[in-house]
């Protein structure tokens, strides 16, 4: 988190040693020295042997392995082992003692630590109550106010009213504290960042407009703090309904006004779909923020504002992750264009997929409804939903275990909430688990809870081989191999784990798809050849994909599966579309557009999916997709002839 690295300080705890022993050559006391200093100095490999070296050394020291444990943390996290980061700070706070006040500082660190990879990771969650721990004890100023900070940013997308009542204590902690204008400006900007998402609009561009002017205002100059802070003050300007002033500050980020070369539109990138267990929905609109690294993949993608409040702006984030530019494209154009990029995205209504986690979380309601227990799993987005959950946990946990399977779709609803931190919802979902186990519930039902525990036991299961290795044995656990629905249900949560490797998806999917236990027409079949048709189609296979699609039986029909791609006649597309406002500030920018073409070769319900610079051209770019004609297709009925195509829209000023 980059608050966070910008604020934190070295600790300087010495641990206790003893002298050294006959044959060594330096004392515990040396080597925690020497570890220490290689710390400080970023010498990430030597560190690590250090620490290590180290480790083995005080294993019978449970106080001192586990301030080295927390220590080593920090080098791993360096060397960018998340997973590894997280258990050596996790192992060394469960053991760390409370009472040895010299270790406060450590326990901060570790908390930070975990804070930070949790970020990293877009568990919000998790990075959430991590923060939150760090701030009871932070010791100083710059403690309290990184932990603050950062219980403030990631609240905003899990919790935004506790973010807000800790926001609410800023003046008191910190309103005499003495602190540049260049940090006053960034905390400015994250505060009016939270109101935004919270949807108080003008207290956000309040703040906003205090952060530029806490920066130095909209002068020519310009650095990446000063990006976020402009950036978010044109997007609340924007929400306010004052489009000039809002093209005036995103004006003023650099961003679409590159001196060299141009930031163009992906070679590979997609929007997420909608409905799935992200549970997006068409109308949900957000802004992202990423760079772009010299290779062309995308860095550390995060999460700036959501239309819907809560986590839906986190699987924007995580789609971003996925994208990558062609490495030569950039060869002209500066660092500074490509940091801190932000984009406007929507989701895609192309092969909307079904909820796999839904599917199994039916089979479990059912499984509950059968035993006479009510199955209401409430909206797992709500914070207040999680206190009133943990209540009803602990009011059944007094009755003894008799209060098993009814404590079950509590569980589910806690380790399932948006707002619980992963590790929490790692145990709430493997508690689940052990009671269908031990009450013999069926495959489907007990899916449920592992699919939580799987997608939960990793730091980043987005990034974890461990995840796609637990998915690849449960597919052959006695259990779910015998079972179709479980078995399919595994093979697509692979087949989705493995997105950017086609040949794994395609081998997974076609498992689903020939799998004669289950019926034709059976959802987790569509399923699977709705994911097959979307791999020919992008292989330019349409003979294929259209074989696929019209296996799954679906009724609507989608571009190119049942004819070729309808050629463009027209766009009808002349210099007026060129929004006046970005040709007045010299910007320019790019648009994908979602579109469905008729059967006359008319275009409908064209929605822009992504823009960059946001909500500069994306109305621009929808109304020339609107405007273009096609090639006719004919269809029985004059039925729709070709549905959920996407179409670039490129804005280029002359040269």
Known sequence: MRTMTMLAAAAVIQIAAPAAHAGQATTVQQDFDSAARLTDAREWAPALAAWEALERRVAKSPRNLALVRVRKSTVLLGLDRRDEAAASAQAGLATMPETDATLQRDRYDGQIVLARIATSALDYASANEHFAAARKIAADPTERLASWWGVVETGTFVDPDAALAVDGEFPALFGNTEISDTLRGQIMTTRAQLYLNAGDVEKARAMSRDAVKALGGLTSKTDLVDVSARSLAGLAALRAGDRDDARRYLAMTGAGRATQGRFSAPAEMASPSCGGDTGLQPDDVAVIEFSVGDDGSVIDSSPIWSSRKGDAALAFARAARDWSWT???????????????????????????????????????????????????????????AAQLRERLGALDANGPAAGVAAVPVLYALATNAVTPRDESHGWATRMSAILEREEAPPMARLAADQVMWATAEADRNQSRQYRAALTAALSDPLYAADPEARATIALMIADAARGDDRTVRTYARRVADDAALPANHPLKVGA???????????????????AF??????AEQCALLDAVP??????????????????????????????????????????VLAYPPFVFSESGAEVVSGAQFEASFRPGNTLGCGGTISGVNFQLPS
């Open 529 to 547: 050849l709705i994911r097959i048709a979307s791999l020919d189609f992008q292989q330019g296979d349409v003979a294929a994909a259209r074989t």
């Open 567 to 608: 050629q463009m006649r027209r766009t009808n597309s002349n210099s007026s579309d060129f929004p006046r406002e970005a040709m007045y500030w010299r910007m320019e920018g790019w648009t994908r557009v979602q579109y469905d073409i008729a059967a006359d070769g008319k275009t409908q319900n064209a929605r822009t």
């Open 327 to 385: 490495p030569g494209e950039f060869a002209k154009l500066p660092s500074f264009f490509r940091s801190r990029v932000r984009v406007e995205m929507r989701c895609s209504t192309a092969f909307q997929r079904p909820s796999l986690q839904g599917y199994s979380s039916d089979a479990l309601a059912a499984w509950l409804g059968s035993r006479g227990v009510t199955a209401s799993f409430g909206d797992s987005g709500q914070a207040r939903l």
């Open 550 to 555: 019209e296996r799954s039986g679906l009724g």
